[in-house]
C-alpha cells in the first residue's frame, strides 16, 4: 500500500482567501485524486491530477475555485481559492491500485 | 438515482454480535469494491478489496459481492469497541488508477 502524506493537518482561514494544501506520495503514481469530506457527509471526488497535464474536474467543481498542480509523479497540490465557510471540509489526497485505494490522513479546514 | 447507496446508520450492538453493513448500486459497470473503515478524525483505512462475486474473507471481516443484485456487504464477526468508526463502501469501474465513488457511510458504535 501506498504512504500518503498531506499538508496542513488542519487550518482555520477567513473567508476570501486561499489556502495550498500539499500532498506527497512514497512512490511514483499516474494519477492523483483529490476528495472533498463536508462535516457529517461521504466523499466527493473534486478532480483527478495527471502529471504533465491539466486536471479533470467533476460536475460543480471547477479549475477556477480549486486550481490543482502535478509537477511530477509523487506530489500535488490543491489550492481551495476565495474561500467561505461552505468550503469548511476535509480535504483528501488519494491514489489507487490494483488493490484498491489509499488515501492521505485528511487536512481539516475551517473557513470563519 | 445515486450511484451507491449505503444505510447511514447509526447502527449500535453490543460488543461479540455480528454486524452487517450493506450497500445497493445501480451501474453493472462497477466490477471493484471496497470496503473503508474511517475513525473520528482520521483518513479512510482500506479493509476489503473484492471483485468477484462470492465472499472474502480476512480476520474477522467478511466482504460479500452478489453482482447480479448488485448488493455489497461487509460483516464483522465477534465485533470489539475498537471497530467503533464509520464504515464506507465504495466501488469503481476498473481496476488501477480510477476514481471511486462512495456511499454515505454508515457510523457504528459497539457497546462494552
Known amino acids: 500500500s501506498a504512504v500518503i502524506s498531506q499538508k496542513p493537518s488542519r487550518d482555520i482561514c477567513q473567508r476570501g482567501t486561499s489556502l495550498t494544501i500539499q500532498c506527497q506520495v512514497d512512490?511514483?503514481?499516474?494519477?492523483m485524486f483529490w476528495y472533498r469530506q463536508q462535516p457529517g457527509q461521504s466523499l466527493t471526488l473534486i478532480a483527478t491530477a495527471n502529471q504533465g497535464s491539466e486536471a479533470t474536474y467533476e460536475s460543480g467543481f471547477v479549475i477556477d475555485k480549486f486550481p490543482i498542480s502535478r509537477p511530477n509523479l509523487t506530489f500535488s497540490t490543491l489550492t481551495v481559492s476565495n474561500m467561505s465557510p461552505e468550503d469548511s471540509s476535509i480535504y483528501l489526497c488519494?491514489?489507487?491500485?490494483?488493490?484498491?485505494?489509499?488515501f492521505g490522513p485528511g487536512t481539516r479546514l475551517t473557513v470563519l | 438515482q445515486k450511484e451507491v447507496e449505503q444505510d447511514p446508520g447509526p447502527l449500535s450492538v453490543p460488543e461479540g454480535a455480528i454486524v452487517s453493513l450493506n450497500c445497493t448500486y445501480s451501474n453493472s459497470a462497477f466490477q471493484y469494491f471496497m470496503w473503508y473503515r474511517q475513525y473520528s478524525r482520521k483518513g479512510p483505512e482500506l479493509l476489503m478489496y473484492t471483485y468477484s462475486s462470492g465472499n472474502k474473507e480476512d480476520g474477522r471481516f467478511t466482504a460479500q459481492v452478489d453482482k447480479s443484485s448488485k448488493y455489497i456487504s461487509l460483516f464483522i464477526r465477534d465485533s470489539q469497541p475498537s471497530d467503533s468508526a464509520t464504515y464506507l463502501c465504495?466501488?469503481?469501474?476498473?481496476?488501477?488508477?480510477?476514481?471511486?465513488?462512495f456511499g454515505q457511510g454508515t457510523r457504528l458504535t459497539i457497546n462494552p
Open positions: 465504495a466501488i469503481s469501474r476498473s481496476q488501477g488508477a480510477q476514481k471511486l465513488v
Open positions: 488519494s491514489v489507487t491500485s490494483g488493490r484498491g485505494g489509499f
Open positions: 512512490s511514483q503514481v499516474t494519477m
